[in-house]
């Protein structure tokens, strides 16, 4: 039972224009989400994350949203750049506060060409 | 901070060997989280301590997997005996209060 699904195994987007990943739960007990990114041999690195409480949190040039209703949250990349090519994980746990047991999705690849 | 400190960074042992993978956490978070990376199964948690204590061993796929923390600076995943299948890239990650999870760079271990 996968309550955490990125469908899109892969991205590609051209530098400068928006690259837009997503993710989907099943859980409606999850409250916290977060979005990793990581590099080959590293381990993942946090981007930003969303409490259920919101429904947009933006970091420069990294934006989440998160719709409830739909069970859906989005990470918006604009403009990208090169750099931010690497796999992205959607994770998620019911509580900011404790453990924060985290559920990944499987990731996207994402590619930024130039 | 060094940040998460993990060793072996990569492990190649034989099936049946016993496998033991280190983890140092950052100093002064209290909780530690072992995870698995697989092809199939995606990135799932293990287990995982607060202030050095097992919490939540619910993830450890068999009795052949043992973890333990003897101090809040140390951490160890044990594969006794190791099978083919437990080939996958080890994560350890710790966090303090009110904060996000910081990952080590993973131990990729190959079990032939």
């Known amino acids: 039972d996968q309550q955490v699904k990125q469908n899109s195994p892969s991205l590609s987007v051209q530098e400068g224009r928006i690259s837009i990943l997503n993710c989907d739960y099943t859980?409606?007990?999850?409250?916290?989400f977060l979005w990793y990114k990581k590099y080959p041999a590293e381990g993942p690195t946090f981007l930003i994350s969303i409490s259920s409480i919101k429904d947009k949190n933006e970091d420069g040039r990294f934006t989440v949203f998160l719709n409830k209703s739909a069970k859906h949250l989005s990470l918006h990349i604009v403009p990208s750049q090169p750099g931010d090519s690497a796999v992205y994980f959607c994770a998620a746990s019911r509580s900011i506060q404790g453990a924060q047991k985290l559920v990944f999705g499987q990731g996207t690849r994402l590619t930024i060409n130039p | 901070d060094a940040g998460v400190i993990q060793s072996p960074r990569h492990e190649v042992t034989e099936m049946g060997q016993e496998v033991t993978l280190r983890c140092k956490p950052i100093?002064?978070?209290?909780?530690l989280f072992w995870y698995r990376q697989t092809m199939m199964r995606g990135l799932e948690l293990l287990i995982y301590f607060n202030n050095n204590v097992p919490i939540d061993d619910s993830g450890m796929p068999e009795d052949r997997f043992s973890a333990k923390m003897p101090n809040a600076s140390f951490s160890t995943l044990k594969i006794q005996p190791s099978e083919p299948r437990d080939s996958a890239v080890y994560f350890c990650a710790s966090r303090g209060r009110k904060e996000t999870q910081y990952f080590g760079p993973g131990t990729r271990l190959l079990v032939l």
């Open positions: 100093s002064g978070h209290d909780y």
């Open positions: 859980n409606s007990m999850f409250d916290y």
